[in-house]
Structure formats: C-alpha cells, structure tokens
T-cell receptor, first 114, second 113 residues
Framework: AQSVTQLDSQVPVFEEAPVELRCNYSSSVSVYLFWYVQYPNQGLQLLLK??????LVESINGFEAEFNKSQTSFHLRKPSVHISDTAEYFC????????????FGTGTQLKVEL | DVKVTQSSRYLVKRTGEKVFLECVQD?????MFWYRQDPGLGLRLIYF???????EKGDIPEGYSVSREKKERFSLILESASTNQTSMYLC????????????FGSGTRLTVV
C-alpha cells in the first residue's frame, strides 16, 4: 500500500514570488507520481506526472516537480506564480506493478495574493 | 479528450432518502472510480470498477453501493442518506495501466439535510 503526505494545508504567496508545495510518499514498491490541480467548483485536472527517466518533469503552465527517490519526495515548484494559479493542489501515487488505484494526499490550497 | 459527465452539480436530499449519483464517460474506458472529497481529508476512494458488472470496495465503502450495468456508466448509490455523507463526490476514469492517471468529472456537491 502507498500513502502520501502533504504537510502544508495552505500556502499563501504574493504574485510573481516563487512557491514550493511539498509532497512526500511512502511505498514498498516502485511508484508513479502525479500532481493534480483543482480550480474552484471544478473537478481535478492532471498537472504533471513522473513515470520514469528524467527526475524533473514540467507542466505547460510553468510548474515543475522533481522526483527524489532517496527522500521519497515529489515537490511541486513554480518560479513565479500568477493570480490564476490560485487553486488546490493534490499529490497522488500509484504502484508501477499494475492496478489503477491512485492514493491522494490531503491537498494544499495555494492562494496567490496581489 | 475523454469526457466524464456527472449528472448533477448540486444536490440536496433528506436523511433516509435513497440517492443515485450518475457518472458517464465517453471513451470506452474499463476503469471507473468514485471518490469523496472533504476538507482536510483529501480524496478517499469509495468504490471502483474494472469492468461491467465488476465492483470492488475502496477505503470507505460503508453506506454506499455501486452499479455498473454498462461500460460507460458507473452509478454510486447511497442506500439511506445520512448527514455525514454530505460531501463532494468525484467520478474518475482511466484507460488502463497505472501510468495514465485519471480523468475526473466536475463533481457533485451533495448536501443531506
């Protein structure tokens, strides 16, 4: 079984400042890792994912996440946030060995202020 | 793109009512999931299905059941709604293989009074 910890329930940040949303996972097997974003009153959308290869993965809107196996982390970063990035962000994990269940973290509310 | 449609965005039901939440996907995916989302608890898996007429319990199945008579439709049933089932319910689907990730519906916010 896997588990995900998102220690920060809320992260306030000013526009154009950098941000990091933390995600740590626990698993006894190899994993795939995901970040999802949920804008107000919407479902979740896939932001980016790590499957294999380069440990740094990027999204089309400037977010990036780095897989760190030794620290079992998959932190999400953006060098300069915009007001439109205000949303809730969920980290999720699943095993590589078959099955399709995703285990989600409790979410981090990113609030970008002017 | 895959489209996942949840029939109601907002629903208000009375305690003890039988409630049906419907989810339809248009991409012939085998795998469908029902989650509930609560503040501070994230998403918790209620039930999932890998094929027609197949269902498996997730982490919090108590008080819920599901039905999958057709591949594209996965229904969540609250047999006797209670106030502690007031929540956001999210349906998701995936093509198969854990690398794909999920496509989610927009959610149904259920209030039980």
């Amino acid at each position: 079984a896997q588990s995900v910890t998102q220690l920060d329930s809320q992260v306030p940040v000013f526009e154009e400042a950098p941000v990091e949303l933390r995600c740590n996972y626990s698993s006894s097997v190899s994993v795939y890792l995901f970040w999802y974003v949920q804008y107000p009153n919407q479902g979740l959308q896939l932001l980016l994912k790590y499957l294999s290869g380069s440990t740094l993965v990027e999204s089309i809107n400037g977010f990036e996440a780095e897989f760190n196996k030794s620290q079992t982390s998959f932190h999400l970063r953006k060098p300069s946030v915009h007001i439109s990035d205000t949303a809730e962000y969920f980290c999720a994990v699943t095993s590589t060995g078959g099955g399709n269940k995703l285990t989600f973290g409790t979410g981090t509310q990113l609030k970008v202020e002017l | 793109d895959v489209k996942v449609t949840q029939s109601s965005r907002y629903l208000v039901k009375r305690t003890g009512e039988k409630v049906f939440l419907e989810c339809v996907q248009d991409m012939d995916h085998e795998n469908m999931f029902w989650y509930r989302q609560d503040p501070g608890l994230g998403l918790r898996l209620i039930y999932f299905s890998y094929d027609v007429k197949m269902k498996e319990k997730g982490d919090i199945p108590e008080g819920y059941s599901v039905s999958r008579e057709k591949k594209e439709r996965f229904s969540l049933i609250l047999e006797s709604a209670s106030t502690n089932q007031t929540s956001m319910y999210l349906c998701a689907t995936t093509a198969g293989g854990s690398a794909y990730g999920y496509t989610f519906g927009s959610g149904t916010r259920l209030t039980v009074v």
